[in-house]
């Protein structure tokens, strides 16, 4: 805007847009990051020493205060001790252990692959010259550094132990050249468009962005809606399909498609289940939440030990708090009640505020894990699920909820259920998607050791979805899963 145009109520607001815009672009200080590493580790101090130092040291040493025995004092320190011992080694193992970043996994690989595919491509350049009347060969490049669309993580990922550099680079037919999609001929636009990468004159120079969707005319096929029904038909459960605007609707998205997980903040295609995690400022592998207490986010590398830490720290905050309360009231109805120290109620406040919450976190990765799902995935089935929740109430009354059962099992008879037939990732049993993050060990359940089964790049996919990550009907499943 001009000069003369400018209000007071203008320039505050645009100077709050852009300065909302410069923190949303870059990473959190490394200070604001680990400020609740530090409070966590105070809380787990301040507790201790109440526990230890007032609550079992009077009984230990038999103080008029002491509200038992001292040999019910040892033994609540011992078993303290272990609990604590549990919950500082699992916290130590959630905040030292990296969630997983693409750059990190892939780096090396992709260095050797880059280095083999311009080796490959200076060969061949060389010897299409030496070909009289050869045009030179540019239908196959290898992605460089800069190429705004980033290196493959399909290419960066090659079927070779990478251990061995040297054996890896010598091979060359363990690794697969990018190709450079031909652009094809002007066709109409309400068919199939053509993916581009350009650059737009409102965005950052240098900004790739992606639009339409993939030219591959096998990307684009979507089943179609079921067929309508007739209005006196509109409620009969015996028929399989329902109308087309009250039917299920999936996402139709080809979400394994590379086009659909190009990142525009770093600049590659991401992996499966990677998102980009605006606190950290950098893509982070199968994210599931950023966790201030942890000082990062929890993704494929430290889920394990985020669940170890969680389930720990609620089983020794439900012993303190049970110990400290049943000792106050058997004490309390005594002739000669001694007066109720303050640093317990403290202690009783915090033990039940933090073991409610990590209880509740532990158990809802419990049934996360189990369904093969991160935070961020759930959301995506429980908007669908709410949506099927409107489309219920636009079918039938309120109060029909038979009919209402009868319209979702009949849509699950067509689809499958949303949260395991119709999971890109289920595996296939609860104990199957359980083992692939805690691991095959089951003490590597409860101790912060170990890895699961996932490298945090791979996935299997579901058969019940297509080759680009789309639900399929039950009748185009595979024959043994119908």
Known sequence: MSSSDRTCCGVVEEARFRAHHRRAQKP?????????????LALIAYTSYVYVGIFCRDMIVKNKSALGSSTMGIVFLVVFCFLLSMVLWSYFAVVTTSPGYPTDVCSIQSFFIHLHQLLLLKFIEKTELERPGSPPVLAQQPATFSDTRGMSFELMSPAVDLSNHASALSNPGNTVPVTIPAVPAAIKQDKVYQTTLHHQGTSTPGEAHIVGVPVDPESMHVPGPAPPLSHENFHDPSLDVSPPMFSRQPSTTPILVSEYRFCNKDKII????????????????????????VGHCVGA?????????????????FWMFATILGLNIKSQTASSAPAINPQHIVLLALTALFGLFCFLMFLTHVQLIMLNQTTVESLGFRTMQ???QDNLAHMHRWYDCGAKKRTRQRWDKEWGRIGKEGNLWWLGSRRANWESVMGKNVWWWFLPVGRGLEDGVNFPTNPRFDKQGRWRRRREWPSDLR
Do not use: M
């Open 301 to 317: 590398y430290n889920h394990k030990f985020f669940v170890n830490f969680v389930q720990w720290a609620s089983i020794l905050s």
């Open 28 to 40: 959190q200080p490394w200070i604001v990051l680990k400020f609740a590493v530090g409070l966590t």
């Open 270 to 293: 991401k992996p499966p289940r990677t998102h980009h995690c605006r606190a950290c400022g950098t893509c982070v592998l199968k994210y599931d939440h950023h966790c201030p207490w």
């Open 386 to 388: 709410e949506r099927e």
